[in-house]
């Protein structure tokens, strides 16, 4: 049984960092693609990044500059880390993944519903 588990949510002032983990279980790791969406009250969910199996990464506009994704295929971890957040920034991040070797680039073009597997969300909040 395939699990994705985000942890590291929670209320921050703006201006503020946090770090993000999905923890994924009942999967080869390393061979999928993984992906961080947030989706804010009343909104559709929108994708935040993206690293490939390979490691190449996307980014969405509203976030490159602030935001880095990484994972560490040892510990079958992905980490979005959220600089001078801002209170725009409000949603429930998600994990996804999707099993193959794709670019990120590539998959920014995919569906939502393209991604194999997705997480339950945490929640972020930043304060003003």
């Known amino acids: 049984q395939v699990q994705l588990v985000e942890s590291g949510g929670g209320l921050v002032q703006t201006g503020g960092s946090l770090r993000l983990s999905c923890a994924a279980s009942?999967?080869?790791?390393?061979?999928?693609?993984m992906a961080w969406y947030l989706q804010a009250p009343g909104k559709e969910r929108e994708l935040v990044a993206i690293?490939?199996?390979?490691?190449?990464?996307y980014y969405a506009d509203s976030v490159k500059g602030r935001v880095t994704i990484s994972r560490d295929n040892a510990k079958n971890t992905t980490y979005l880390q959220m600089n001078s957040l801002k209170p725009e920034d409000t949603a429930v991040y998600s994990c996804?993944?999707?099993?193959?070797?794709?670019?990120?680039?590539?998959?920014?073009?995919?569906?939502?519903?393209?991604?194999?597997?997705w997480g339950q969300g945490t929640q972020v909040t930043v304060s003003s």
């Open positions: 996804a993944a999707k099993r193959g070797y794709f670019s990120g680039t590539y998959l920014a073009t995919r569906k939502i519903g393209d991604w194999d597997y």
């Open positions: 009942g999967l080869t790791f390393g061979v999928y693609a």
């Open positions: 690293i490939s199996s390979g490691g190449s990464t």
